[in-house]
């Protein structure tokens, strides 16, 4: 399978999941992100699997719950305003440590907002969205090919960490065919499913898959073991990628789509003698911090960040950064995408106001 | 070298499958290539317009905002995206749909009756395929049997049919 | 000596949180009998709702799930689509199958989900202290309706069964309830049956119990049983609704 095709985000997206060995997806029908839904609806029969469209997207991230909870590798994509219904059981999924893959190819909001792509919902998958303490792996790509790897990688590490790992596109990435490569994925090391309600068959004491703890200190016990291991995430699995960084005066910082607009405004940037680079956050949680604290101060005079929102990002850039260097914004909303002439424009003017 | 192609019409004219098969031939030349479709809500009729960028380098923004190459089916296109075309770019249009003149002379212009020559063909709904035609035969973009290898990889060997109709048609408009 | 009577082998040896009077023990262990009965407490999972019965993970020995509040009927369905051959039935009250989980009860049985459903019907919302549910009487005082429940505010109660018996996906929807001795081999009749359609992969089967709530009632259990025969057994008539043999 290691031919080239030509594949739109959201099909190859549903395709590198059945690769990784998701065998149910529950959803529901939002545009930009349908394809997802058809392309299982087509191939989940053909390949020993389940596809249920639900009669909401709070039934659909229920029945997440449920299959997860059964131990089996499951999914399901919406965007925007059904992401925010789909909250509930996010929040229940990771108060119950279940691994799950959710995807939201976002929308511009908020409110039914709009249906071009937006990453508005940035805070919501990053800061918490439903109710309580906890966190989503965030995934960010920016390419077909990347929006493929990461999904069968999100299997792995929800598996890992026994909690939900969110595929964050917008719809221009869901929408937009490059070619791809469904190349051999080398699955990491999986822990065996031993809490999983699988029926006891009379051979080991029941398990119970469930989020409540009536008692606080339990409830709180309970808490901070799972703040143990989003520790570990923070430490190992933040990931980040760094374009022609190393001279930069000006760091242009983007994730997704919007990054790949920013990279040819660097590149434009670059071909009029601007020292400017990029970093590329891949995971938005945990965020690659060090990528920020780690500039040299000496070198880099500005940071630029670009986002398909009013400034969300931007907020963890900041703090990252400890205000060591000044952190600019430009972003277009509501689902208008900046163009790289524009950042340009915002770069020059950084660039001539050192 | 970087082609910025944007393929625009209405819902129905084979606006993103004209730019597929252009993606599908590059990616089978093996250069790099995006293409993205403009989208709305369903609609039979509406304008479509699709983004196709093909680069011996990767591709960073995948939307075509400064075209080197327009093709324009139907007037509300070209008034549109004409003042958008990069210097020295190259502009179609369907001459059997838009009457209007160019007001662009600084672009290379290309007008042709592509749907009245599709007709011709009894197959008025191969316009795009006859403007591709003529894309390949101006530009530099493809050689012209890239694309009809793109074309026998996607029209299901069922529909073989439609394989020569589709072939007559690119090879009309490589030929006006 | 011959022992007669004992604790269901699917009911956990633990004391149960319900109040006096309260129905809720009574069909635990008239469910824990028949997983007994039809020897499937290691194929069954079960799924917990929200309210007086959120704990009921905890008091059954076969594998639970705790779903948020109503959504037992979706949770259950995961489940089933990745263990088709294990039996699946969720616990829930009025509040959580009636109200909140409105849309997930009749689509689980519109698609014919092939789960068992166990409802609990008192009138009354129990774990928040006495509010008015959606199947509370005309006329019927909780906290949320202290002049009584009226046409023009609150409108009408909810009939489940003969709501879902409507549904070609629904093999058997029967109302029983639990306030004789009869009553209650009645109930665990009808619920054997329900979990015997499952394994004979005859669809959505639920069993809903008119059932007490003494202390948000206002009542003694023994006033409680009274008031069940006077006020709900008119409004909510035993019987099957439909059973599709």
């Known amino acids: 399978m290691s031919e080239k095709v030509l594949m739109k985000g959201n099909e190859a997206l549903a395709e590198a999941a059945i690769q990784a060995g998701c065998k149910h997806f529950f959803g529901y029908p939002i545009t930009p992100q349908t394809e997802v839904a058809a392309y299982m609806a087509k191939q989940m029969p053909k390949r020993d699997g389940t596809f249920l469209q639900a009669e909401s997207e709070v039934a659909a991230i229920n029945m997440v719950y449920g299959a997860a909870g059964a131990g089996a590798r499951v999914m399901t994509s919406s965007s925007s305003p059904g992401i925010s219904l789909k909250q509930e059981g996010i929040s229940y999924i990771a108060g119950a440590d279940l691994p799950c893959v959710i995807v939201n190819i976002v929308r511009g909001g908020p409110g039914l907002g709009g249906i071009q792509p937006a990453q508005s919902d940035y805070f919501q998958a990053t800061k918490g969205g439903g109710h309580g303490d906890y966190h989503l792996v965030v995934f960010a790509p920016s390419s077909v090919q990347e929006l493929v790897n990461l999904t069968k990688e999100a299997f792995d590490v929800a598996d890992i960490y026994r909690m939900p790992v969110m595929i964050m596109g917008d719809g221009m990435l869901g929408q937009m065919m490059e070619p791809v490569?469904?190349?051999?994925?080398?699955?990491?090391?999986?822990?065996?499913?031993?809490?999983?309600?699988?029926?006891?068959?009379?051979?080991?004491?029941?398990?119970?898959?469930?989020?409540?703890?009536?008692?606080?200190?339990?409830?709180?016990?309970l808490i901070l073991e799972r703040q143990k291991r989003y520790?570990?995430?923070?430490?190992?699995?933040?990931?980040?990628?760094?374009?022609?960084?190393e001279d930069a005066e000006i760091i242009v910082t983007a994730y997704g789509i919007t990054a790949r607009i920013a990279q040819t405004a660097v590149n434009k940037a670059r071909e009029q003698g601007i020292k400017v680079g990029m970093i590329r956050p891949i995971t938005l949680w945990p965020f690659p911090k060090k990528a920020f604290a780690e500039l040299d101060t000496n070198k880099v005079k500005n940071v630029l960040c670009v986002e398909m929102s009013m400034g969300q990002m931007v907020e963890d850039v900041r703090l990252s950064l400890d205000c060591k260097i000044p952190v600019d914004f430009f972003g277009r909303t509501g689902g208008v995408v900046p163009t790289p002439d524009e950042v340009l424009t915002k770069i020059k003017a950084l660039y001539e106001g050192r | 070298?970087?082609?910025?192609?944007?393929?625009?019409?209405?819902?129905?004219?084979?606006?993103?499958?004209?730019?597929?098969?252009?993606?599908?031939?590059?990616?089978?030349?093996?250069?790099?290539?995006?293409?993205?479709?403009?989208?709305?809500?369903?609609?039979?009729?509406?304008?479509?317009?699709?983004?196709?960028?093909?680069?011996d380098e990767p591709v960073s923004c995948p939307l075509v905002t400064n075209p080197t190459v327009l093709v324009a089916m139907n007037a509300p296109s070209l008034d549109k995206f004409e003042d958008s075309v990069t210097k020295d770019g190259k502009i179609f249009t369907d001459a059997s749909l838009i009457s209007q003149e160019f007001k662009r002379n600084d672009t290379s212009n290309f007008a042709i009756p592509s749907t009245k020559m599709a007709e011709e063909l009894q197959a008025s709904k191969l316009s795009n395929m006859v403007l591709l035609g003529k894309v390949v035969k101006e530009t530099s973009v493809l050689p012209f049997e890239s694309i009809i290898n793109a074309l026998k990889k996607t029209v299901p060997a069922s529909k073989q049919a439609m394989l020569e109709i589709n072939k007559k048609a690119l090879e009309t408009g490589f030929n006006a | 000596m011959e022992q007669v009577f004992k604790r269901p082998h699917a009911l956990v040896d633990v004391s149960e949180h319900y109040c006096p009077g309260c129905g809720h023990g009574i069909v635990h262990?008239?469910?824990?009998?028949?997983?007994?009965?039809?020897?499937?407490?290691?194929k069954t999972i079960g799924v917990a709702p929200v309210g007086c019965a959120v704990f009921a993970y905890n008091y059954f020995e076969c594998d639970m799930q705790e779903a948020a509040h109503g959504r037992a009927p979706a949770v259950a369905t995961g489940i089933k689509r990745v263990h088709p051959d294990k039996v699946v039935f969720t616990y829930q009250g009025d509040g959580d199958l009636a109200a909140i989980g409105t849309a997930e009860t009749v689509h689980a049985a519109a698609r014919g989900e092939n789960i068992t459903v166990i409802f609990i019907n008192n009138a009354?919302?129990?774990?928040?202290?006495?509010?008015?549910?959606?199947?509370?009487?005309?006329?019927?005082?909780?906290?949320?309706?202290?002049?009584?429940?009226?046409?023009?505010?609150?409108?009408?109660?909810?009939?489940?069964?003969?709501?879902?018996?409507?549904?070609?996906?629904?093999?058997?929807?029967?109302?029983?309830?639990?306030?004789?001795?009869k009553a209650i081999k009645e109930t665990k009749a009808a619920?054997?049956?329900?979990?015997?359609?499952?394994?004979?992969?005859?669809g959505f089967s639920i069993v809903e119990v008119v059932s007490t709530c003494p202390t948000n009632w206002g009542k003694t259990p023994v006033e409680a049983?009274?008031?069940?025969?006077?006020?709900?057994?008119?409004?909510?008539?035993?019987?099957?609704?439909?059973?599709?043999e």
Not at chain 1, 203 to 219: E, F, G, Q
Not at chain 1, 231 to 245: L, M, Q, S
Not at chain 2, 39 to 49: D, I, K
Not at chain 3, 230 to 242: D, I, Q, T
């Open chain 2, 1 to 55: 070298m970087t082609h910025e192609i944007l393929i625009s019409g209405f819902g129905g004219q084979g606006v993103l499958f004209a730019g597929k098969l252009l993606a599908y031939a590059a990616m089978l030349e093996e250069k790099y290539v995006s293409w993205l479709p403009s989208y709305g809500p369903e609609m039979r009729g509406g304008t479509a317009n699709c983004s196709v960028i093909i680069s």
């Open chain 3, 29 to 42: 262990r008239l469910v824990a009998e028949v997983l007994d009965e039809l020897d499937i407490e290691g």
């Open chain 3, 124 to 181: 009354i919302y129990g774990m928040t202290g006495g509010q008015m549910a959606p199947t509370s009487l005309m006329g019927q005082v909780t906290q949320t309706t202290p002049y009584g429940r009226t046409e023009q505010n609150q409108g009408f109660p909810i009939h489940v069964c003969e709501m879902l018996s409507t549904l070609d996906g629904v093999a058997l929807a029967q109302r029983t309830t639990i306030n004789s001795v």
């Open chain 3, 225 to 244: 049983m009274k008031w069940l025969e006077e006020n709900m057994l008119p409004v909510y008539p035993l019987g099957v609704y439909k059973d599709k």
């Open chain 1, 181 to 221: 490569e469904f190349g051999a994925y080398t699955p990491r090391e999986i822990p065996e499913k031993t809490w999983a309600t699988t029926g006891t068959e009379m051979k080991r004491k029941h398990n119970v898959v469930n989020s409540l703890y009536i008692t606080a200190s339990d409830l709180e016990e």
């Open chain 1, 231 to 245: 520790d570990v995430i923070e430490e190992k699995e933040a990931r980040f990628e760094a374009y022609k960084t």
């Open chain 3, 191 to 202: 619920i054997k049956k329900a979990f015997q359609n499952q394994i004979d992969k005859k």
